[in-house]
């Protein structure tokens, strides 16, 4: 476990002393912040029969600002490790390839963590400002940000899949990027062709990120997505240690 945290902390140096993560958490902050004014601003012309807590995890600036820093934030975990040649001494180490895979995983979940952490603050000041709650009960919060948290881990063990896979940053951003459009769009099969069978439909609501965050937003809790995504993430880890271990030898 020390070995682990070792690595963990080099990982997360490494974020923080990169330019570029600044650049991200700043358009972050600032696409974020456009949300939540977007959906204030969007509320404040009638009645509505939705929480800010909803509003604010259900549009489309909210689904783009989300989707878009998975590639950014992996593309570097492995590719630059195979492209500058450090990870022949990092494989030489007295570490093994789980502990090392793991570390750049979970540095990229703590960096995705610090990049929501500030959306707090937007509903903290809504009801300090207008003195009325963002959410019917607490349960909105935690279910958005438990889903939040379950679609990152995922999309996260993607990106790191495909920084395993190349040497390049920009390919490793591309595959990833594209493979995580094709996963979210199947939540819009339904609404291209709302004439499928009932099965089908079935599964396109099973598999959607639309339906799970829209459903955990109003704070009801269902099971199977977080079987889906914890079940998904430990398959694409696995995948992600298998081509590592491949690359290495090869190396």
Not at 14 to 22: C, D, I
Not at 48 to 73: C, D
Not at 130 to 141: E, I, K, N, W, Y
Request: proline share 4%; with cysteine.
């Amino acid at each position: 476990m020390r070995k682990f945290f070792i690595l963990w902390q080099r990982e997360v140096a490494v974020y923080f002393r990169s330019p570029a993560a600044y650049v991200i958490l700043f358009f972050f902050l600032l696409l974020t912040g456009f949300n939540f004014w977007f959906v204030l601003n969007a509320m404040n012309r009638g009645p509505s029969s939705v929480s800010v807590v909803e509003a604010y995890f259900n549009t489309v600036f909210f689904w783009f600002g989300f989707v878009l820093p998975f590639p950014l934030v992996t593309m570097r975990l492995f590719a630059e490790e195979y492209k500058l040649g450090t990870i022949e001494s990092l494989m030489t180490a007295p570490v093994r390839d789980g502990q090392v895979l793991l570390a750049k995983y979970f540095s990229a979940v703590f960096f995705y963590a610090v990049l929501w952490l500030p959306s707090l603050l937007y509903f903290v000041v809504f009801q300090w400002q207008t003195r009325l709650a963002a959410a019917p009960a607490v349960g909105s919060f935690l279910g958005a940000y438990a889903m939040l948290l379950l679609i990152g881990l995922l999309y996260l063990a993607i990106g790191c899949l495909a920084s395993a896979l190349t040497r390049n940053q920009v390919v490793a951003a591309i595959i990833s990027f594209a493979t995580i459009v094709i996963l979210f769009s199947w939540g819009y099969f339904t609404r291209f062709f709302p004439n499928i069978s009932p099965g089908l439909r079935d599964l396109t609501s099973y598999l959607s990120p639309l339906e799970h965050m829209a459903l955990f937003s109003q704070g009801l809790f269902d099971t199977r997505p977080v079987v889906l995504y914890l079940s998904g993430t430990a398959m694409v880890l696995f995948f992600t240690f298998q081509v590592f271990q491949y690359r290495r030898w090869k190396v």
